[in-house]
């Protein structure tokens, strides 16, 4: 640690030398890698960040984590890689992630969110190491993403291209909290035949707080098949995850028992004593259990909810697609590619509201999981004159199956069980559901090129049908709802003033499809409820305006803009209890959200291999409606309130050294206070994160690397909301952030 931060210093020291002695071959060499690519030529905001940038973050860590560096871009996590699901959010421009939009090589994610409905997260797709670029469109996105959610903007992962030679990569990783990774990938082919690689990825660390595991089994392969022209590609991928959560916390708790309080995955004693004494005292509105226990909660515990035995999310995945792209006469070419996804997944609880059959006070709560998804998209492209027409269109049939079952635990002493494995035989099945929802979209855009001024115009539309049919009945609702909308206009223009500068504006609308699950969505309520509202309830709908300017020369690049984004119909489903309960809601349109804004960007090559990099935005996103119930009664006076988990300010810097052997980076995170009730009547602080990085080349092949994350042991609260979001008044669910770690890392290539 004292060697890494003798380096950032003296590193630090150099930088007015480093200014300016910069000559032109460094500006140059500094050109050709960038740190962001800023859009140059975009008529939105659009960044793209590559392979070098993601590869000197923490090996392991999600492509999301190397994005948040982007103006308006929120990332939040409790773990130091970003892929605990549990806590993982993605907000840009105050939309949240079930609002954004995600592909991979253009197939759809679905909203990325826990117990993902149509995709799955991006972490259980592609080994970081695998990874091209990925890029950012903070509005609403192109209209020819793949996606159904992008009101508020879009993220696009791309995998890299396998290389024309026998080759190779291995890493390993070993750092705090036992965490060991290692990675190996195989690369073969010729530059005239077919190419391709294949890997293997395997993660796994202790929990930093509490007792338990998080790891991942990772397998990628894709192939490259020249056809003449035209060209064959395919994809492969199959994850097998399992984390164990940590303990959702409120801000009681937290002053109560601590930052490093968590479930008690250790002490399954004390899990059946305070299950008992929760039964005695009626907490869990079962009957006294055991006499003996009292109704005394021992220490600073007072709830039940204080802290459950264990839990944990269970996720097995297999993506693959095939592609293939060619020219079809001078000017024109085609891209089609399809895809297969299939998932089976479990979230875990060790609930103590429900006990075991045999009179253990605890059972296993699950919420499972299965996709089988389908899909096919393309576009064609036709070039005339100062024309490019790109006609393409998606479809895709996605079979959900949802299920909220029971398990037994062998006895008062002995769980029986690990919250690692995938459990057998349930007592009780409180609930299945089939899901099946059709989604067909089409776009039409024309760029056209005048010179210096560029204008791409056009439009999408889609229908999604989503249908519900109960296997096991319960409360939930059976029956088919859809959104539907033909025409979602986008307009663009770029305008160059001259060889470095350029201005763009946009206009964009977009529509919201439904969700198809019981968690969330239209089916979350009861039979009543959803046929109150299948035939007037209207999907969420954005219009967004955005102005900005770019420069670009071989030493600087920047952009600046400002925004202007009205949300129309948005849904709610107000949370109520504990998140463990789980109760129908009835969704409804409930008003509209107004967010203006600016954000600026720049990358500043200093010489001598220093590199400079910073952004800021500034977000004022405000509820312009109180909350009514069907009702008309008053359920929340939330107008002129800001969006929850909605910073006002974001300021991200980073620094970097990267010349001959030896390379660095130094990060800061700046986040302002968020709120997370709809009535701001709570919120948690802001929060400055540093996050470093220092590696050298000891050959061509032979590289070495440190990581330190939270640089600085700063302690604060990563995720918000992770256990929903309420109208008023504290609430369990606040996720502390990872604290200092430490990680090295030897990378082999051959």
């Known amino acids: 640690m004292r060697k890494l931060m003798n380096v950032l210093l003296a590193s630090t020291a150099l930088l007015p030398q480093a200014v300016f002695a910069a ?62 699901e549990w806590s993982t959010r993605v907000t840009i421009r105050s939309f949240n992630q079930n609002q954004l939009g995600f592909n991979f090589d253009g197939i759809p994610l679905g909203d990325m969110t826990y117990g993902n409905h149509n995709g799955l997260h991006i972490s259980r797709v592609i080994s970081p190491e695998n990874i091209g670029s990925v890029r950012v469109t903070q509005g609403a996105g192109s209209l020819g993403t ?31 909290d036992n965490t060991m990774r290692g990675f190996v990938r195989l690369n073969a082919g010729s530059a005239e035949g077919p190419r391709g690689y294949v890997s293997y990825g395997y993660g796994s660390t202790d929990k930093y707080r509490g007792v338990g595991k998080q790891d991942q089994h990772m397998v990628n392969a894709k192939v490259v098949v020249p056809l003449g022209e ?47 004494i929760g039964n005695n005292r009626g907490d869990t509105g079962a009957p006294v259990s055991n006499a003996a226990a009292g109704t005394t909660y021992p220490g600073k515990i007072t709830s039940v909810d204080d802290a459950y035995f264990d839990a944990s999310g269970l996720r097995k995945d297999t993506v693959a697609s095939i592609g293939f792209k060619s020219p079809l006469g001078e000017g024109l070419d085609v891209a089609l590619r399809g895809y297969y996804h299939h998932n089976r997944g479990m979230g875990l609880w060790a609930t ?23 899909g096919l998209f393309g576009k064609v492209n036709w070039k005339a004159g100062i024309n490019t027409l790109s006609v393409g269109g998606w479809f895709e049939t996605n079979d959900f199956n949802q299920a909220r079952r029971f398990y037994g635990l062998e006895s008062r002493t002995n769980p029986g069980r690990s919250f690692r494995e995938y459990p057998s035989n349930p007592f009780f099945t409180q609930w299945e559901f089939d899901f099946n929802t059709e989604t067909l979209q089409y776009f039409v855009e024309d760029r056209v090129d005048l010179g210096d001024l560029k204008v791409n115009f056009g439009w999408k539309g889609f229908k999604v049908t989503n249908e519900a ?46 969700a198809s699950a019981t968690t969330t969505g239209p089916f979350s309520t009861n039979q009543t409820g959803f046929d109150s509202i299948r035939d007037t309830l209207k999907p969420e709908t954005s219009d967004t305006y955005e102005f900005g300017a770019r420069y670009n020369s071989p030493v600087f690049n920047g952009v600046a803009g400002i925004y202007l984004v009205n949300f129309h119909n948005r849904l709610l489903a107000a949370a109520s209890g504990p998140s463990i309960v789980g109760s129908p809601s009835v969704l409804q349109n409930v008003g509209s959200v107004r967010s203006v804004g600016f954000e600026a960007a720049g990358d500043l090559k200093l010489g001598g291999g220093f590199g400079l990099f910073a952004s800021y935005s500034y977000t004022d996103a405000t509820y312009r409606n109180d909350v009514y119930n069907l009702s008309g009664s008053l359920l929340a006076a939330i107008k002129d309130k800001t969006v929850v988990d909605t910073p006002k300010h974001m300021l991200r810097g980073e620094l970097t050294y990267d010349r001959g052997a030896l390379f660095g980076r130094i990060g800061l995170n700046y986040m302002s206070k968020r709120y997370f009730t709809y009535t701001n009547d709570q919120s948690v602080p802001g929060r400055t994160v540093v996050d470093a990085s220092i590696g050298y080349r000891l050959t061509d092949k032979i590289e070495l690397q440190l990581n330190a994350t939270n640089l600085f042991d700063e302690q ?26 430490f990680f090295a890392t030897v990378k082999f290539g051959f």
């Open 23 to 84: 000559e032109a071959a460094d500006a140059a060499e500094a050109e050709a890698s960038e740190i962001v690519v800023l859009g140059k030529g975009e008529t939105k905001q659009v960044q793209e960040v590559g392979q070098r940038d993601i590869s000197v973050l923490l090996p392991g860590t999600s492509p999301l984590k190397a994005i948040e560096k982007l103006p308006s871009v929120n990332i939040q996590s409790a773990d130091a890689f970003g892929n605990y």
């Open 146 to 176: 793949q996606s159904t959610n992008n009101l508020g903007g879009t993220v696009e992962t791309f995998s890299m291209d396998p290389l024309d030679r026998f080759g190779g990569q291995a890493n390993a990783t070993y750092g705090s």
């Open 230 to 276: 035209a060209a064959l590609d395919g994809w492969f991928s199959y994850s097998d995850r399992r984390e164990q959560d940590y303990q959702d916390m409120s801000l009681d708790m937290l002053n109560r028992l601590g930052y490093g309080w968590d479930n008690i995955a250790g002490d399954y004693a004390l899990a059946i004593q305070l299950a008992d």
């Open 352 to 374: 103590p509201y429900v006990p075991s059959p045999n009179g253990v006070p605890i059972s296993i709560r699950t919420t499972e999981y299965k996709i089988d998804r389908t």
């Open 469 to 514: 049919t109960a296997v096991v009945q319960a409360s939930f609702p059976q029956g088919k709802i859809d959104a539907t909308d033909w025409f979602q206009p986008h307009f663009g223009l770029n305008l160059a003033m001259g060889p470095n500068a350029e201005v763009f504006a946009g206009f964009t609308q977009a529509t919201r499809a439904f």
């Open 716 to 741: 604060y609260l990563g995720t918000i909301n992770s256990g929903g979001t309420g109208n008023s008044g504290d609430r369990q669910t606040l996720l502390p952030a990872a604290p200092q770690q």
